[in-house]
């Protein structure tokens, strides 16, 4: 193996870790949209 083989796993390793948290973080983000949106109203004030 060449290291530039290596490289290109690595690269793939990475670009397959990148999708996959950006898959965790919009399920966080519909999970906690969805729990904030019983306790708030349509339109929340901030105060």
Do not use: F, W
Request: charged share 25%; net charge negative; no cysteine.
């Amino acid at each position: 193996m060449t290291g530039t083989e290596t490289e290109n796993d690595n690269d793939e390793m990475a670009r397959r870790k990148a999708v996959q948290n950006e898959y965790l973080n919009s399920q966080l983000a519909a999970a906690a949209y969805k729990k904030s949106s019983i306790i708030l109203p349509d339109n929340p004030v901030i105060l």
